[in-house]
């Protein structure tokens, strides 16, 4: 029975320990701390103009760890269509990548990078240079503000394009939904 009894603790002590690693802390305005529990890597999806796609583009963007912020990935599709001396063409693109997240709470400075692969080799400035596939590798320097508990999110910066054929400066902008993963 005493063994049993000393099992049966152990088991919940360390059952009680690592439960309480999964906790984030959140400072409300009045100084008060609020626990967090983050059941899955936040997950976000957005609708991305210009930046890391030349044209727009719906991206997906999810958190390697339990917290907003640190390393994550994005991955997304965009189309736009565009003229060429002789006709219109439908580029698509395919923007992927790595970033991280500076900060605590809900702003954050964002830097990534990665490649947007494209249907066509184009321009920066969006004219269709050759009917091959092609990629741009893209830098990311911005502002993101993302909640906790899910919801509307917002992300702004710069990002410098570079191509086999040539380099160009973006701005982009991104309006998306924080997917819920956290709970009070």
Known sequence: MLKLTLTLLLSFSVGYL????????MHL???RIRPIAIKRPPEAISLQGFGSSPFMAITYDRRFARRVNGFGAFAG???SSVK???????VLTIPVGVNYLFGKHTDFIELGGGVTFVTNYLDIFNSVTDD???YYC???LGYRHQPVLGGVFYRVGVSPLYSPQESGMSYYFGLGYNLKRATK
């Not at 690592?18 to 802390?25: G, K, L």
């Not at 060429?84 to 439908?90: A, E, Q, R, V």
């Open 138 to 140: 893209h830098v990311s």
């Open 84 to 90: 060429d001396i002789t006709k219109d063409k439908t």
């Open 29 to 31: 305005a009045k100084k």
């Open 77 to 79: 599709i965009g189309a």
């Open 132 to 134: 091959k596939a092609g």
């Open 18 to 25: 690592f439960a309480q690693h999964d906790t984030v802390y």
